[in-house]
């Protein structure tokens, strides 16, 4: 039976009351615990109690009757003095209308509770829970755990104006044994690591999904080759950290608050990549967790002529009604724990046009969930970032519905990547973007911070490879590299892959630092890729979803073996940080802010005052930024992406002289000068080097 507490060995079983209807889940209180889920449809509900993550066999069943134990929706018991670390499942009986499964096989099946605090995957088994023949005791369990004595009562209001974003994936991030960490790929791993983040300068980590999912949702193929779901898009326990990124998981919201309360005293924000556009449960074939028998009917999409099918606007089989009202209450009370329990500043939401989404998947004007968001009192003092499309077509970019949403830009992405690799004629675009994208959010009142600049992410290629391949090599992944976008945008330099050829090893190099200047240049918020400072490379392969391995993991050799390119971007933020013009609260303008005498920006091509905006050749832009900040100096940047060199004039500066302090042609530590003193002087005109970004300060 496990390690059962010896409280539960005394006793034939724990005494119960009928308990309350709040809040949802399990709560510890004084005298026991008291557990409560929705569950519409049932007609007899069974509480089922293990003594721990190890047991196999439950130690008490309790049946809940609808006499002494539902109120309305809800059904609930109170368990005096259950001891903590306990784990426990649901069963419900009644007319439950699974999808492709009876009433009787969908009430054998235990479930775990979408409130949970603490989840134990240890003996779950995804192809049974999609079976219609329950196998006993082999789901995932909800934990009893001790409660968080530190809620945030009072949300200070949250932006990204100065922010520098670092997206990074907490198991991969010190999993690879080069980590050196006491607890690999945990929570507690990645505390370890904060000094290196610090020093970085990086002011935001985004997570990638770190509530409870599932690892083995994923397709056959990649199954067999014992691969697993590695990026943790299928969450299936909203309220839970995962269990794997916790040393205890009787302890996951112990070990995630460690987390932020350490990353908040390093003065690093936490941001969570969040999933609530479609659930671990899949399709109408996919696995029994939770909601395809709690609420079926309210929770999911449907087809409006056969209820029993799923809508399928997110590529994984099922599609979040978000728009209902009892699930947007999930969702925003959801967020509200996290901020409020957990200490996150702010979310991103993978998918996030299904919000605009009905019950049938039909477009709504005002969908009522993005902006309630905006009317709670707690998230609307967060950021809230929208990757602003789905798999189903909708493309929000410029145009998410409600009032301050951020978004992740892909148009600055691909407009950066086709300007970098060499393609013509991208001057105006590339302008717009590097100015904050006012053709996309100015309209409507938004700001630059409301743009997510990005290059690179955890989705495609990483920088290195970028660089490196024309094309995508995901063979790993087992299917055959059908997977992952074929339009990468990319350019190899003149060789597919790892090469010995110095030149184009240098190229590369180049390259990378172009992307990473310009992005640190651009108005608007900007988000690095972790690994991408050390060049980190996946081998080509753009869609390492299922690569728990070295493919995926951060090599911290690198930082030996790439020094030049992390001390440049160590450097480039610190740059970003000394300007106040580069973190602008409004858009540009071309003319002078109040108080001053000089435009805030001025562009140029080739010549001054001549920007090649409408010329289908150039590969030439630059630009002079007016300091924003009292006594702060001009920047002159000049974006060369031709294959050859020029000889370009300068405009006078405001005093003094200018000194080339970012030169992406010229070797470390010549290529960034952070003491500006010891920099180049450049008097009427300066050369630019083929395919190179250079920065002159004025002084």
């Known amino acids: 039976m496990g390690d059962i507490p010896a409280i539960a060995r005394d006793h034939p079983g724990y005494r119960t009351r009928p308990g309350s209807r709040f809040p949802l889940g399990a709560t510890v209180k004084s005298g026991g615990v008291n557990f409560c889920a929705f569950c519409p449809r049932a007609t007899r509900v069974e509480l089922v109690l293990y003594a721990s993550e190890e047991s196999v066999e439950p130690f008490q069943v309790i049946a809940l009757t609808s006499e002494t ?32 499964m009876s009433d009787e096989a969908a009430s054998r099946k235990e479930l775990v509770d979408p409130h949970a605090r603490g989840v134990s995957d240890r003996f779950y088994h995804r192809g049974q829970a999609a079976g219609a023949h329950a196998v006993e005791h082999a789901s995932i369990r909800g934990i009893v755990t001790e409660p968080l004595d530190r809620p945030v009562d009072d949300v200070d209001i949250r932006t990204l104006d100065d922010a520098i974003i670092y997206e990074l994936h907490v198991g991969g991030f010190t999993r690879h044994p080069s980590s050196g960490v006491r607890h690999p790929g945990t929570f507690a791993g990645l505390i370890e690591k904060i000094p290196y983040l610090k020093a970085l300068g990086v002011t935001h980590v985004e997570l990638l999904p770190v509530m409870a999912f599932d690892e083995q949702d994923l397709p ?24 794997r990124y916790c040393v205890e998981p009787a302890r996951a919201p112990q070990e995630f ?18 999933v609530f556009n479609h659930t671990s449960e899949a399709g109408s074939n996919g696995p029994v967790i939770h909601f395809k028998v709690f609420a079926n009917d309210a929770f999911y999409q449907t087809d409006p002529n056969d209820a029993r099918q799923y809508l399928d606007y997110t590529g994984c089989g099922n599609t979040i009604n978000c728009n209902h009202p009892l699930v947007s209450a999930f969702i925003m009370r959801c967020l509200e724990y996290w901020v409020r329990e957990l200490g996150v500043d702010g979310f991103r939401f993978d998918l996030a046009s299904v919000f605009a989404r009905g019950a049938h998947g039909e477009l709504l004007r005002t969908p009522p969930l993005p902006w309630a968001m905006e009317a709670s009192p707690i998230l609307a003092r967060v950021p809230l970032i929208a990757e602003a499309w789905d798999a189903g077509g909708l493309y929000h970019v410029g145009a ?51 743009s997510i600049n990005f ?46 050829d110095a030149a184009i090893a240098g190229l590369r190099l180049r390259q990378a630092r172009n992307f990473i200047a310009i992005l640190l240049l651009s108005q608007g918020v900007p988000m690095l890729l972790a690994g991408d400072e050390l060049l980190r490379s996946q081998r080509g392969n753009n869609n390492a979803f299922c690569q728990d391995n070295a493919l995926s993991w951060m090599d911290w050799n690198l930082a030996g073996d790439a020094p030049d390119m992390l001390r440049f971007v160590r450097e480039m933020i610190a740059l ?24 805030d920006v001025a562009w140029h091509g080739e010549r001054l005052d001549a920007p090649a905006w409408h010329d289908p050749g150039a590969r030439f832009v630059a630009f002079t930024l007016a300091g924003h900040a009292p006594d702060e100096p001009m920047l002159h940047v000049i974006l060369n992406m031709n294959d050859d060199g020029r000889d370009v004039a300068l405009p006078v500066p405001v005093n003094g002289s200018w000194r080339r302090i970012v030169d992406t042609s010229a070797e470390s530590p010549r290529d960034i000068v952070p003491d500006c003193e010891t920099a180049l002087v450049e008097r009427g005109a300066c050369r630019v080097g083929a395919r190179s970004v250079i920065v002159l300060e004025s002084r």
């Open 257 to 274: 608050r460690e987390l932020v309360d350490a990353l908040h005293a390093a003065g690093i924000q936490v941001l969570l990549d969040v």
């Open 69 to 100: 134990n539902r109120t309305y929706l809800f059904w609930h018991v109170f368990v005096e003095d259950l001891p903590l670390r306990c784990c426990y499942t649901w069963r419900v009986c009644g007319p439950l209308d699974v999808p492709q």
């Open 576 to 599: 970003r940080k000394r300007h106040a013009s580069l973190r602008r609260r409004r858009f540009l303008t071309g003319r002078p802010a109040h108080g001053q005498i000089h435009p």
């Open 455 to 500: 290059v690179t992410c955890h989705d495609g290629f990483t920088l290195g490879d970028l660089v490196s391949y024309d094309a995508k090599h995901n063979e790993a992944n087992g299917e055959d590299n059908r997977d992952g976008s074929n339009d990468n945008l990319s350019w190899n330099c003149g060789a597919e892959g790892e090469t010995d």
């Open 400 to 450: 998410f519905p409600g009032m301050d949403w951020a978004e992740w830009n892909g148009r600055y992405r691909d407009a950066i990547r086709r300007f970098v690799r060499g393609d013509p004629g991208m001057v105006g675009e590339v302008c717009t973007r590097i100015a904050g994208s006012a053709d996309l959010y100015e309209d409507d009142g938004r700001l630059p911070a409301n």
């Open 220 to 243: 056959a193929f990649a199954a067999e080759r014992g691969l697993c779901n590695y990026w943790g898009y299928s969450t299936h326990g909203f309220y839970s950290p995962h269990p």
